[in-house]
């Protein structure tokens, strides 16, 4: 799956601050697991996206993207993602001056790293 490809070399190359060839790689990614039903992946590939539009300083982009991260989230509900999308929310919230939105956001994916802690513990 060249697709699954793509999002890990977009990662990486997010990492390296190679935002433009990132974001070329992750849109056609995130269509695909779109297309696909492929809801877990393509949560992963909008939140790099959210990001990378963060990075840009395209706080309006980055919020329609997280936004899109988190209806698919809705769909797939895994802690680690709820954690992901919504401190990221809570980052473009902060970056735009919404103080209480970001305390919102970061409140909820408290929460969800906490469900992460009780569900380990009671496996262990």
């Given at each position: 799956?060249?697709?699954?490809?793509?999002?890990?070399q977009?990662?990486?190359?997010?990492?390296?601050?190679?935002?433009?060839?990132?974001?070329?790689?992750?849109?056609?990614?995130a269509?695909?697991?779109?297309?696909?039903?492929?809801?877990?992946?393509?949560?992963?590939?909008?939140?790099?996206?959210?990001?990378?539009?963060?990075?840009?300083?395209?706080?309006?982009?980055?919020?329609?993207?997280?936004?899109?991260?988190?209806?698919?989230?809705?769909l797939?509900k895994?802690?680690?993602?709820?954690y992901?999308?919504?401190?990221?929310?809570?980052?473009?919230?902060?970056?735009?001056?919404d103080?209480s939105?970001?305390?919102?956001?970061?409140?909820?994916?408290?929460?969800?790293?906490?469900?992460?802690?009780?569900?380990?513990?009671?496996?262990?």
């Amino acid at each position: 799956m060249a697709e699954l490809l793509d999002l890990y070399q977009a990662l990486l190359l997010f990492h390296e601050g190679r935002h433009f060839e990132a974001r070329r790689l992750c849109v056609a990614a995130a269509a695909f697991f779109d297309d696909a039903k492929l809801r877990g992946k393509a949560v992963i590939a909008h939140l790099l996206l959210a990001r990378i539009a963060l990075q840009l300083g395209d706080a309006p982009e980055a919020t329609r993207r997280a936004d899109a991260a988190a209806e698919r989230l809705s769909l797939v509900k895994t802690a680690v993602l709820e954690y992901q999308v919504h401190f990221l929310l809570g980052q473009i919230a902060q970056k735009e001056g919404d103080l209480s939105g970001a305390h919102n956001s970061y409140q909820v994916a408290r929460q969800a790293l906490e469900s992460l802690r009780t569900e380990f513990t009671r496996k262990s």
